[in-house]
């Protein structure tokens, strides 16, 4: 039995949304057999990104981060599909966030 992986891709943005639509496109063309993801984090407080799919997870945070490894961190800690074992912790990141919906 060979089962395939779950996979989580991170797209990490900040007022990019004309950029941001190719991307989306390119991961939902993707024919990957196994369940996968689409975590898309943007922190930039005056956007707020919409994308209602089931494979695309829209985050968005009221502040920047500091670092480019610190939204890294905090988007891979939203990752489902997580090795185990591994963890990712930023202290900054709100805890009301999850999946984004529109509404």
């Given amino acids: ?3 395939t992986p779950p ?6 943005t900040y007022g990019r949304p004309h950029v ?5 496109e390119s991961f939902l063309r993707q024919d990957y ?3 996968k993801e689409l975590i898309v984090l943007n922190d930039l407080d005056c956007q707020t990104l919409r994308f209602d ?4 997870r829209m ?5 920047r981060f ?7 961190n905090a988007c ?13 912790q930023s202290g900054r990141f709100p805890r009301t966030c999850g999946d984004f919906r529109a509404a």
């Fill in 76 to 88: 891979a800690a939203l990752a489902r599909a997580c090795p185990k074992g591994w963890r990712f």
């Fill in 66 to 72: 500091y670092t480019v490894g610190e939204k890294r």
């Fill in 53 to 56: 799919h089931p494979e695309v």
């Fill in 59 to 63: 985050i968005n945070v009221p502040s």
């Fill in 20 to 24: 941001l639509e190719e991307a989306i």
């Fill in 33 to 35: 057999d196994g369940v």
């Fill in 1 to 3: 039995m060979n089962e």
């Fill in 7 to 12: 996979v989580s891709c991170m797209c990490l």
